[in-house]
């Protein structure tokens, strides 16, 4: 461990706590350390982590204990003491946590139409109107994007659908569907499919062939309806009524096919706006109401139409850091008075922090996920890194395409120099601030993001709104877990139990 005299206004918090010159750095594995509520949180390399008194922390970096101690047997536990690490226990974990890097990217959204007809406010895609039919994915470039999604080298393969609204190019949709069953029956992966849906297009015939289908279902629901349908424009009818009604119903066909109400459901995503931060309970309300298990809180992204509404529905991250923090404290009082639901993004931290398990969360994920984790194909059968990329290029900025599904093979977009650029970006080691942040095993970069709002793939992250966004959620649950009771610790490890929804695996037989 070393001073760090650029940033004197941390030392001086050292100050009378450590003597650098009687630091023992042969007791301890490299580790970094954090301050919370007054103790130090410290982590070695693989996210083991400990909580410390000042008083504890000085004997710890001194070596000043000894087998048998209190002290001493709590950092042998977890790994911190170098004489007694486990070296076989922390490469394991290591590898499990890297375990993506084995495997080509399983993620592959196809936007199947730019057409929509909903104008919500803060949408992330370039969308058009109804009438637009030349933004419309055709079948023959949907199938040389399904040929290149199979050649990935991941035995997972997961096929998105999104728009625009893409049931409104259901052709295309259940014709990717049918061709990628009958090619899995040779590439025998475990193929699944999603579909990112408003639910307006919606009626009992595409909805029987969807569940027929096993494809997924995942919906945006802002909050109570007045909330809804003020940011979420619908013309055509009331949005948040039509969402509602066709969560309730997928649901029922859930049950009646004799799965289980508790994992599949309707997967429905709020965005924060503006208007939401002084309705936090209302909005966790609205999901309990509607029978969902889980809600992922989540910020504006400064992508599309979000990046050009900033002044109508925009805030600031300690704004939208003090919406998060309120509504997470109701999520887990509900949870205390009996009431099973999660926050989304708290429960992927915790994977990570408590579980030693890796959910696999793109965003969060070092190398990130783009390329190695996501492919995004645009209707012309352009290949973006992600979908991030792809919304960078239709702002009018073609950096992360990678190639075209018509010209280009898979080893092609792979190998292309933006893909490794993306990689090296990504890597959080290669981050100067994050080499050194006790949250750094657990936390991810998106080169996509920091290149628009910081014009750098690498980024700045001391100035970052996604290094304070992250960094601050989770203090807080490092604070709450420094502080749980046995209640609260059930909550979170609940949270974290991962049960595969294999109804959705398609047959390779």
Sequence with gaps: MTATPQHPAVQERFDGVIDLSKANPDFCVPFTHRWIDGDLMIGNPVGDFAFLTPAEFKRFVEGDCAPGDDLYERLKAKNFIAAEADMDAMAAKFANQKHFLAHGP???????????????????????????????????????????????????????????????????????????????????????????????????????????????????????????????????????????????????????????????????????????????????????????????????????????????????????????????????????????????????????????????????????????????????????????????AAMGDDIFKLGNVQTDGYFDIVTHPTTRAVALASTNLAQPDCVSCVYRPYCGQQPEYNYTTQGSIWGRMRDSNWCKKHKYIFDTLARRLKNADDEEMEIFRRWTINRAQDHFVQDSE
């Design 106 to 392: 399983t993620l592959h959204a196809f936007v199947l139409t730019e057409r929509c007809n909903h104008g919500c406010q803060y949408c992330h895609s370039s969308v058009v109107g109804m009438k637009r039919f030349d933004t419309d994915m055709s079948t023959d470039i949907a199938e040389k994007g399904v040929d290149v999604a199979f050649q990935t080298t991941s035995n997972w393969l997961n096929i998105e659908f999104q728009g625009g609204e893409p049931t409104a190019n259901w052709e295309t949709l259940s014709h990717i569907v049918e061709y990628a069953q009958k090619k899995n029956k040779y590439a025998k992966k475990s193929l699944s499919f999603s579909l990112v849906t408003n639910f307006s297009l919606m009626d009992d015939e595409k909805l029987d062939w969807l569940i027929a289908n096993r494809v997924q279902i995942c919906t945006s629901l802002d909050g109570p309806e007045d909330l809804h349908n003020s940011i979420r424009i619908f013309k055509g009818g009331n949005s948040h009524a039509l969402t509602t009604r066709w969560i309730a119903e997928v649901n029922k066909r859930y049950e009646a096919a004799g799965l289980d109400p508790s994992l599949y459901r309707v997967e429905a995503l709020p965005t924060i706006t503006r208007a939401s931060l002084s309705r936090p309970k209302d909005i966790v309300d609205e999901f309990v109401k509607n029978r969902c298990r889980a809600i992922f809180l989540r910020k504006l992204d400064p992508f599309g139409f979000a990046a050009q509404s900033h002044k109508k529905l925009g805030y600031t991250m300690e704004q939208f850091l003090e919406f998060y923090v309120e509504a997470l404290d109701y999520i887990i009082e509900l949870n205390k008075q009996g009431v099973e639901v999660m926050e989304r993004y708290a429960a992927i931290m915790l994977c990570k922090m408590i579980a030693d398990y890796e959910p696999n969360y793109l965003d969060l994920r070092s190398p990130g996920g783009a390329v190695l984790g996501q492919l995004a194909y645009h209707p012309d059968g352009s290949v973006y890194t992600s979908d991030e990329g792809r919304m960078v």
